[in-house]
């Protein structure tokens, strides 16, 4: 391979990466279709059944007391709950989530910084989430009053699960009851949320859950999406609104709904998929707004109905997600490169449970990539050592037949023959290799594993950008903070290296472009995670000493 295919392939990379940054295709928009109606109708209880003070006695096989009508709190109570994973503040007006701190997870290296916060809301912007039921009349409103029965809920390890129940009357005279399971040793959430209808007229309503959030100023990371998404008749669809008032709806066989940032993730998992709908639209206030609306629900008099859901709040890791279930691990997707990406994601996190160190794990999977492409590889490189024996000849094939390029083409293939050697030997290994490159860059690039994870010395963090020192002017090209590239540096120097070790194309121009090609790639990498570069620098570094090896053989 010469290097105006190397050429060929490098441009093409930049061009693949730069299209896969600013484009990305249209979300689906499956067809609209009724919703049905819902079945989990159940008539009231008999008088004095106290049973509903756990999250089972509200299933929908269960019936609820409504008889007594709870008394209404007339000011805004707020309850703690602190696990193992998080704590977070609930508001009896809703009910909604105030606050949501992960305690693994804080926002800058620094262990002493603060707690991650999922409810990103300011003030006036509404709340983060709630699970109403929409109904005829008056309606279920958001400021509806409920009375709580704790004042707060700690939970150590080894625990036993336990809930908090919010009891509260709509203006159109529903008995709501929210209860919600909390675990010592998982982000999980389990809610139910039961409505009776004690009154003597029907009521058509509907349970809408609705999530708002406001979105981060920077998306980070090059590859992670930032928006809503939903797991509707077994695929995954993202739902991206932009622009203050857009608005995009998906409709379907619902499994979750939910919205991710750079590395975290707020969702909604109904208890059995549901057909319905969700919507989702950008708010003059600049905060996204999603609601999620199943079937509608007819309340006949003295009857109830029950929506159970599972709630998942904490980071978008695939390992925390394969053990949710409800196929919340698909939230992560690579892309295209899906089917290779998570099976290198999962060798990652297992060179990680012996090691402790990401950096290390990354130089052990690039080390394990080379080995399988070895062979692959090494007749790539052998192809070209052949090809840069025929260097000269084809020199003067192109001189002498410089005005006949039928001649030229005639001449160079009888040359190929005669020596045996074949010009695309050392493209097509490297075609093979192409989707696993990808894939890894995918992986390294968004995944929250790298997120503050430390490798050596100033690279404290294998989602950030490497920087020795850092200063207070700006560089150009380069995004705060400022400072030394060593890594990208190294990358390019490697990069340099291996372009020298390459034949010489006959043709200036092809040469002085190659020659840029190690700069191109430098100012390409200067922003990118440090993982992502590690990766590259050490690939490079191999590719040198197997081209080195395979020159340095005889023949």
């Known amino acids: 391979m010469d290097k105006k295919t190397i050429l060929a392939f490098a441009l093409s990379f930049v061009v693949l990466v730069g299209w896969s940054l600013f484009f990305s295709p249209e979300p689906k928009q499956p067809p609209a279709e009724k919703a049905p109606i819902a079945e989990n109708i159940q008539p009231l209880a008999p008088t004095g059944d106290k049973s509903q003070t756990n999250i089972a006695a509200v299933s929908p096989t269960r019936a609820v007391t409504t008889t007594e009508k709870p008394v209404i709190q007339r000011e805004e109570k707020r309850i703690e709950v602190d696990t193992p994973f998080y704590k977070a503040i609930f508001s009896n007006v809703g009910p909604t989530i105030k606050s949501f701190k992960l305690k693994k997870y804080h926002q800058t290296t620094d262990p002493n910084s603060p707690f991650v916060e999922l409810v990103t809301l300011e003030q006036g912007m509404g709340d983060y989430l709630t699970v109403q039921f929409d109904g005829s009349a008056t309606g279920g409103k958001s400021d509806v009053v409920f009375t709580v029965d704790k004042e707060s809920l700690k939970l150590n390890e080894g ?7 919010f009891r509260g009357t709509q203006q159109n005279g529903l008995a709501v009851t929210q209860t919600y399971r909390f675990y010592p040793d998982r982000y999980g959430i389990d809610l139910a949320v039961t409505v009776a209808n004690p009154t003597e007229t029907p009521v058509n309503g509907v349970f809408r859950t609705t999530l708002r959030t406001v979105p981060p100023k920077d998306k980070g990371s090059y590859y992670a999406y930032v928006g809503f998404a939903l797991f509707s008749n077994n695929e995954l669809e993202e739902i991206e609104v932009e622009d203050p008032g857009e608005e995009e709806s998906a409709r379907g066989n619902i499994g979750w709904v939910a919205y991710e940032d750079n590395y975290f993730i707020s969702a909604i998992v109904p208890e059995i998929p549901a ?141 190929y023959k005669t020596y045996k050697v074949n010009p695309m030997g050392g493209c097509l290994p490297m075609v093979v290799q192409i989707p696993v490159f990808f894939a890894l860059f995918r992986v390294l690039g968004a995944c929250i594993e790298l997120r503050h994870a430390p490798f050596v010395f100033w690279i404290n963090d294998l989602s950030a950008p490497d920087r020795l020192f850092h200063f207070s002017f700006e560089i150009p090209f380069m995004t705060p903070p400022y400072g030394i590239p060593v890594l990208t540096l190294l990358m390019g120097g490697s990069m340099f290296i291996q372009q020298k070790m390459t034949p010489t194309p006959g043709d200036p121009t092809q040469a002085k472009i190659m020659m840029f090609l190690p700069v191109i790639f430098t100012f390409m990498f200067i922003n990118f995670p440090s993982g992502l570069v590690l990766y590259w620098l050490v690939n490079n570094l191999l590719s040198i000493g197997q081209q080195y090896r395979i020159y340095k053989m005889k023949g």
């Open 159 to 165: 625990s036993e699960p336990a809930t908090v129940v």
């Open 275 to 415: 057909k319905g709908s969700f919507t989702g639209k950008r708010l003059s206030s600049g905060a996204l707004e999603g609601v999620f609306l199943p079937a509608p629900v007819t309340l006949q008099p003295s009857t109830q109905a029950t929506n159970q859901y599972q709630l998942y709040l904490g980071p978008r890791e695939l390992g925390i997600l394969k053990n949710f279930g409800k196929n919340l691990d698909r939230a992560i997707n690579f892309g295209w490169t899906d089917i290779i990406a998570k099976p290198l994601l999962y060798t990652l996190r297992f060179f990680d449970q012996y090691i402790h160190n990401y950096g290390v794990s990354i130089i052990l999977l690039t080390i394990l990539v080379k080995i399988l492409f070895w062979p692959l590889t090494h007749k790539s490189y052998k192809s070209m050592k052949e090809m840069q024996k025929l260097q000269p000849r084809m020199t003067k094939l192109r001189e002498k037949h410089k005005g006949d390029k039928q001649k030229l083409n005639q001449e160079m293939m009888a040359l």
